[in-house]
């Protein structure tokens, strides 16, 4: 495979200090799909222009307006999800293309306009889907990467990653948007059993679906060396953040490495679309990493995000039911009474009702409360029947 042309690696007039990106990108259709819904896009938001990956890798010598990573896995079956997807990536870049129409940005001009150009592409999506009813209900996950400077911002809605590669560890930048993640959070499952749920796949964002979404935006700041992966959950849920390391650490070919990665998740069974970018940064714009850096998710604040949402609503612990008999054969090893579980149900379905809407209009809010009280209804008299039987049969 030839590589392509990269930009210019020389030294900047004046000694300036450069940012180095060499990257690649691969999508594949997976072993059980008849059809590829994943899209990535990476740009140079200089130019502008989307690259092409079908002659190899590029190595890009960041400037003043920044560079685009993004992974989409569409949803909604057939055209519609490939459609989706798509759409959010052509979307999202004509809309940072014409912010930096005016000049190049600072850091928080350049995260808020990552964070519009998402909402953005979230209402095109759904005004399309509205105009198109053999579309309707179409959507799409969306991890959105900005580099500026030394400084990654990445935009989350779904359940596709960003993870960073340092000193053999790779840890997670974004957060799911899924429904076992905030069951984790809630402490109603441990990760490993999330990670085996027949729900696993429930997401409770998604660019298109819905009127409004608020994103998630998370920063990090680069050093000379790492490994950025942005991936559909394709691969993420079928290759562990540790065998994402240790491919990284051990492949320095970026072609190679997404080859490796993407062959991994076919041979467990491939039963999704696997995209993944790759991208690895050096230069002498970056220092060397030390001890003290912070890695992970770090949410930036910012109005109309989720962390923003978040930081105004306050949990109400919810009182444990009194245990009346415990279940013999406590599934995946949780002891749970069985009235217990019946509540553990009635979080579930709390969760799933309320957490698609943070963010949204309080009418719309009212509205989906409204539609849930019978669930709870139903949960409780369960519970109280049950506890009931269970009394009078001593």
């Given amino acids: 495979m030839t590589v392509s042309p990269p930009h210019s690696l020389q030294s900047r007039p004046g000694g300036e200090r450069r940012v180095v990106a060499r990257v690649f990108a691969l999508s594949d259709v997976g072993r059980t799909r008849d059809h590829n819904e994943d899209t990535f896009l990476v740009a140079d938001l200089g130019s502008g222009a989307p690259l092409d990956f079908e002659l190899g890798y590029h190595e890009i010598t960041a400037d003043a307006h920044g560079l685009l990573f993004l992974v989409a896995d569409g949803m909604g079956g057939a055209a519609s999800g490939e459609l989706a997807s798509g759409m959010a990536g052509t979307l999202v ?3 940072l293309r014409q912010q930096w129409m005016t000049g190049a940005p600072t850091s928080d001009r350049f995260a808020t306009a990552l964070r519009d150009a998402t909402v953005n592409a979230n209402s095109r999506i759904h005004q399309y889907a509205k ?12 991890t959105i990467a900005g580099l500026l400077g030394d400084r990654l911002y990445v935009v989350q809605v779904g359940d596709s990653r960003a993870y960073l590669v340092r000193d053999g560890t790779a840890r997670q930048l ?16 441990t990760p490993e059993e999330a990670e085996v749920s027949d729900r696993r796949n429930i997401i409770l964002q998604a660019l298109g679906p819905e009127a409004h979404v608020t994103v998630d935006i998370t920063h990090q700041q680069v050093r000379r060396g790492d490994t950025l992966i942005v991936c559909s959950d394709g691969l993420s849920g079928l290759v562990k953040a540790n065998e ?50 912070r890695v992970g998710y770090t949410a930036f604040p910012m109005a109309g995000t989720l962390n923003d949402q978040m930081r105004e609503v306050v949990a109400t612990p919810l009182t444990p039911p009194r245990a009346i008999r415990a279940d013999p054969t406590p599934p995946k090893g949780i002891r749970r009474t069985a009235v217990g579980e019946m509540e553990a149900e009635r979080r579930r379905a709390a969760l799933a009702a309320e957490a698609p809407l943070i963010g949204a209009p309080p009418p719309v809010l009212e509205e989906r409360r409204r539609a849930a009280i019978p669930v ?18 001593g």
């Fill in 93 to 95: 870049l004509e809309a």
């Fill in 131 to 142: 105009e198109h009813p053999e579309h309707r209900g179409m959507g799409t996950t969306a």
């Fill in 174 to 189: 974004t957060k799911d948007q899924s429904l076992m993640q905030r069951l984790v959070e809630a402490g109603e499952l």
């Fill in 244 to 293: 994402l390391a240790a491919c990284a650490g051990e492949v320095s070919d970026l072609r190679q490495l997404c080859r490796q990665l993407v062959d991994r998740a076919n041979e467990r069974g491939g039963p999704d679309n696997i995209t993944v970018v790759a991208v690895r940064f050096e230069g002498d714009g970056l220092d060397e990493a030390t001890a003290t850096d």
């Fill in 376 to 393: 709870f209804m139903v949960l409780g008299l369960a519970a109280l029947l049950w506890t009931a039987y269970q009394v009078a049969n």
